[in-house]
């Protein structure tokens, strides 16, 4: 096959080269030029193609002519990842998933493959041996016959095998390691990562035929390549998690199918992934004797109501300027916040240390946390406890204002659901409410120091 034609190119400016330069010679930058296509003779994406599908060209249509038949999705037995994706794997789509080595990326991936019963699914890997995929199997404990294994990086040749098995779902772990004939340089450049994610990209489309990617992380947390593989595919989700603990969190950061903000939760056990369907089980605390400096907020990802714990503690700083430590929570907001205490409630808080802390190690950055998070520090500084049996959903304002927040039906069902008594918002939110609780006392207010000064008296 003839090698394609390529250049350089600058990615700052868009200065070409026939060669790679130190310094762009445009607009001075250094080391931003990266090698790129410029013309293909043959794509290897095509090779699945029959002789008259090779020469048919796509032709303008007017929108009303389109064609449009509606594919069902592949239904997974992963509730928390078909709500991730938005309902299920979509034909001919191209997914992206990143994190940390050892998070989880293949043990989920290849355990939503053994799911797949009924579907043909081939899974390539250029990073692992057969007999790896093999053992890790073996510790999930099941077992599938349409599961199929490739250990290959080259991408002409995954394309011969894939006319010849013709799956329903292609997995490639990773996209680091395939490599293009198309292409020079070596594997994980920014040029072969691009063609590759290209040209499986438009096998995807013209095949109806999905498939996901596996990406490295770089140490700023980012999918490691060029920003133009994120804006090649249909969804990006990203798989956190601290590799000591047992829960681990499936975010969305881009899809086309559905909602960016919808949160899959799992505990990583000897056995394999399991699904939390119910997080506030892991968001909650359970203790023996009540603390200080605890407050429980509610909070929403995408469509799924959470309730999370908040605590605080609050203590004299021994040096000359207070430390602000957030973990799980925007520091920005925090400093925020503390100011509007400090100044609408009097409480002084410019020579305390604060430390925040968001329990089950996610981060949050739902404002309707905002009240939740200001009592949990005040209860620390006056070490007064909040009864475990109220929970709070309101945004503060600068003013000290307590502001209404969306879906507030939601989280008080949320809320009654899980046991608690009383939960308090912001009178605003009273006009639209239509939820009709049975067990849980709705309590308004239009300050954050009316609902301080509520909740004392109570205690």
């Known amino acids: 096959m003839a090698k394609a034609k390529t250049s350089f190119f600058c990615q700052s400016c868009g200065h070409q080269a026939p060669k790679w330069l130190g310094k762009c010679p445009s607009c001075n930058e250094w080391n931003t030029f990266v090698e790129e296509l410029v013309e293909v003779s043959s794509h290897p994406a095509e090779v699945w193609k029959t002789p008259t599908q090779a020469r048919s060209k796509p ?18 037995q992963d509730s928390e990842f078909s709500r991730v994706l938005g309902g299920g794997i979509v034909p001919g789509s191209l997914v992206l998933i ?7 990326k293949s043990t989920l991936l290849l355990q939503v493959a053994l799911s797949l019963t009924d579907t043909k699914v081939l899974y390539v890997t250029g990073e692992e041996s057969e007999q790896q995929i093999k053992l890790r199997a073996d510790r999930l404990e099941k077992k599938s016959d349409s599961l199929y294994i490739l250990t290959e ?3 002409q040749a995954i394309f011969k095998h894939l006319v010849d ?3 329903e779902l292609i997995i490639v772990d990773s996209i680091q390691t395939l490599f293009s004939d198309q292409i020079e340089s070596g594997p994980g ?10 040209e499986l990209m438009r096998f995807a489309k013209e095949s109806n035929t999905p498939i996901f990617l596996v990406g490295h992380i770089t140490k700023e947390g980012s999918i490691a390549g060029p920003k133009v593989l994120e804006h090649l595919v249909d969804t990006v989700l990203q798989f956190e998690g601290d590799r000591h603990m047992i829960y681990r969190i499936l975010r969305t950061t881009k899809n086309r199918f559905g909602s960016t903000s919808e949160l899959g939760i799992y ?7 399991r699904a939390v369907t119910n997080p506030s089980e892991i968001l909650l605390s359970q203790r023996d004797e009540p603390a200080s400096g605890v407050a429980i907020g509610t909070l929403m990802e995408g469509n799924r109501p959470l309730l999370v714990e908040i605590q605080s503690l609050v203590s004299t ?10 973990n799980g929570y925007d520091g920005k907001r925090l400093n925020m916040l503390l100011a509007v205490i400090e100044k609408r409630g009097g409480y002084k808080l410019s020579t305390q240390d604060v430390f925040l802390n968001i329990t089950g190690g996610i981060r949050v950055d739902d404002p309707a946390l905002d009240l939740a998070t200001c009592l949990s520090v005040v209860s620390s500084y006056e070490d007064k406890i909040i009864d475990s049996s109220k929970c709070f959903a309101a945004e503060v304002g600068l003013g000290g204002e307590l502001r209404s927040v969306t879906r507030i039906d939601q989280r008080i069902a ?22 009709k609780p049975k067990s849980i006392q709705i309590k308004s207010a239009a300050s954050l120091m009316d609902v301080i000064m509520n909740i004392w008296r109570q205690n």
């Open 98 to 104: 990143g994190g940390e080595p050892g998070i989880g």
């Open 189 to 198: 450049s920014v040029s072969q990562i691009r063609e590759c994610a290209l």
């Open 317 to 326: 700083t021994s040096y000359g300027t207070a430390q602000r430590t957030a």
């Open 414 to 435: 949320e809320a009654e659901k899980l046991g608690f008594k009383e939960i308090w918002i912001s009178k605003y939110n009273l006009k639209g409410l239509n939820y």
């Open 267 to 273: 505990e990583m056990l000897g056995s394999g992934l």
């Open 59 to 76: 032709q303008p249509k007017l929108l009303q002519d389109v064609d449009f038949e509606s594919l069902p999705k592949i239904a997974c």
């Open 165 to 167: 098995l013709e799956p």
């Open 153 to 155: 990086t080259n991408t």
